[in-house]
T-cell receptor, first 113, second 114 residues
Framework: SQKIEQNSEALNIQEGKTATLTCNYT??????LQWYRQDPGRGPVFLLL?????KEKRKERLKVTFDTTLKQSLFHITASQPADSATYLC????????????FGAGTRLAVHP | KAGVTQTPRYLIKTRGQQVTLSCSPI?????VSWYQQTPGQGLQFLFE???????NKGNFPGRFSGRQFSNSRSEMNVSTLELGDSALYLC?????????????FGPGTRLLVL
């Protein structure tokens, strides 16, 4: 069956370090993958999109990689700050349908001063 | 530009009742998608509407339905509420013209079924 897995445990890191979050998927062949940030009580906010023919994408302190052979995406936040503390969700396009996103369960990141 | 708005923000209903939630997309966006978020199942896709037509559907029972109006505003309806329908219901909007688009989410409607 189709499955998307993210680090189930919360990730605790010190301010200034690089946070690395993992998204693995099985039985999917997504054309693209997206990462969102969600704060408690709020809707997800889009961060980055990476397509199947792209290996890496960067935006300011954020970097995403996409390995379609390993069926894995890594999401990095460099020089992390306490304000980066949130839940991070990866999402794949579902069944080739427009705007039908299949989300992972999310990884909670806590950045400590 | 105003973001996606959802009303109401909070709702309490009892089992067997029905509920209607509303979503106003960002101006110019023609696609509205609905998601259910629960602690156990995470974010799950319900359906997507584009130009007043349902274009995609998730794996939810027929008690969950939706519609979209000519101004792109959308409503979703849940009939015969069950305890398990307690969740945060999120809508997201986008232009709807390409396969890979940023989804802009609203703040959600938190539904509690007693």
């Amino acid at each position: 069956s189709q499955k998307i897995e993210q680090n189930s445990e919360a990730l605790n890191i010190q301010e200034g370090k690089t946070a690395t979050l993992t998204c693995n998927y099985t039985n999917y062949s997504p054309a693209y993958l997206q990462w969102y940030r969600q704060d408690p009580g709020r809707g997800p906010v889009f961060l980055l999109l990476i397509r199947e023919n792209e290996k890496e994408k960067r935006k300011e302190r954020l970097k995403v990689t996409f390995d379609t052979t390993l069926k894995q995406s890594l999401f990095h936040i460099t020089a992390s700050q306490p304000a980066d503390s949130a839940t991070y969700l990866c999402a794949l396009d579902g069944s080739g349908g427009y705007n039908k996103l299949i989300f992972g369960a999310g990884t909670r990141l806590a950045v400590h001063p | 530009k105003a973001g996606v708005t959802q009303t109401p923000r909070y709702l309490i209903k009892t089992r067997g009742q029905q509920v209607t939630l509303s979503c106003s997309p960002i101006s110019g966006h023609r696609s509205v998608s609905w998601y259910q978020q629960t602690p156990g199942q995470g974010l799950q896709f319900l359906f997507e509407y584009f130009s007043e037509t349902q274009r995609n559907k998730g794996n939810f029972p027929g008690r969950f339905s939706g519609r979209q109006f000519s101004n792109s505003r959308s409503e979703m309806n849940v009939s015969t509420l069950e305890l398990g329908d307690s969740a945060l219901y999120l809508c997201a909007s986008s232009m709807g013209l390409a396969g890979a688009e940023t989804q802009y989410f609203g703040p959600g409607t938190r539904l509690l079924v007693l």
